[in-house]
């Protein structure tokens, strides 16, 4: 992974910015997407500078094709083509049901948690043209792909559309080398989930539903991403690979 190009995007905070500096940790050189989090951002590279890898922040909104071109742009005229990308921005659900659910909500979530996905990923592989050998992408999706909830039908289906973009993708660029892969999370402690982190009694009672008996860290998912990213993940493409402490294995308990 040392002097590899990485392009972490949501890289201000929770996930994103573990992974980027997981990576920085690999020597690699790390462009941090922020969204409007500048300071954010900026923690992150000097993380990823202290953990021994190179770093930039830049601009991106995952949902502007244009803001996604000009991101990519701004990286390949600095450091040249990525390697790898881990797309890691993303909305979490509404909580309100498909009745009380605005339209503006639904394509807001869309736009961001899938269309964004669409975006960062075919800028990344048209940046890379014709060119071969390993290259990956990672989108940080969610056990929500497949096990829903009320009141996220916004995120589900997002998540849920992810896992087919993920794997079309996978079949698509094998013959160029590039492998796609997905990472399912179930709880991380993230700003994503601020009440937990916040209220420890809130937070033991949604621990009890995971067999490990607590949440995960990011730093955990992002240890599972340099994995998927490195050559010890050759042969992995179109997985989509779990990360909850066995929560998603609890949906048919209880009735
Ligand atoms: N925390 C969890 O429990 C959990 C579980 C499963 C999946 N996930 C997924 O992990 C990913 C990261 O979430 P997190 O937990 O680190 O939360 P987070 O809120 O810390 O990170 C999400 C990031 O996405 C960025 N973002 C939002 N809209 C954007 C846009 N339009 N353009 C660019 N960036 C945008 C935010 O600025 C933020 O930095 C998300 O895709 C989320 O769905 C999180």
């Known amino acids: 992974m040392v002097g590899r190009l990485v392009i972490v995007t949501g890289g201000e905070s929770g996930i994103g910015a573990a992974c ?8 690699a050189r790390v462009a941090v997407y922020y969204h409007s989090d500048k300071d954010g951002a900026d ?29 990519f742009t701004t990286v390949e005229q600095r450091w040249g083509v990525a390697d790898v990308l881990v797309n890691s921005a993303g909305l979490n659900m509404s909580g309100v049901t498909v009745r009380e659910m605005t339209l503006a909500q639904w394509q807001r979530l869309l736009d961001t948690d899938l269309t964004g996905a669409f975006l960062t990923s075919r800028r990344f592989l048209n940046g890379r043209g014709d060119r071969t050998g390993d290259a990956a992408i990672l989108h940080i999706s969610s056990i929500h792909a497949y096990a829903v909830r009320a009141g996220g039908a916004d995120y589900c289906a997002a998540k849920g559309g992810l896992s087919n973009l993920v794997e079309t993708l996978a079949i698509e660029e094998a013959p160029r080398g590039i492998r796609v892969n997905a990472i399912e999370p179930g709880m991380i402690l993230t700003p994503m989930n601020a009440k937990a982190q916040e209220d420890p009694v809130y937070r033991r009672t949604l621990e009890q539903n995971i067999p490990m008996g607590r949440a995960g860290h990011a730093s955990e998912v992002a240890d599972l991403a340099v994995f998927l990213a490195s050559d010890q993940a050759r042969y992995i493409t179109g997985a989509r690979i779990v990360i909850d402490g066995g929560l998603s294995l609890m949906q048919a308990l209880g009735a």
Do not use: I, L, P
Not at 20 to 27: D, I, K, L, P, T
């Open 43 to 71: 923690r992150t590279a000097d993380a990823v500078v202290r953990a021994g890898g190179e770093a930039m922040t830049v601009q991106a909104d995952v949902d502007d094709e244009a803001s996604v071109d000009h991101a």
């Open 20 to 27: 980027a500096q997981a990576f920085g940790a690999e020597r």
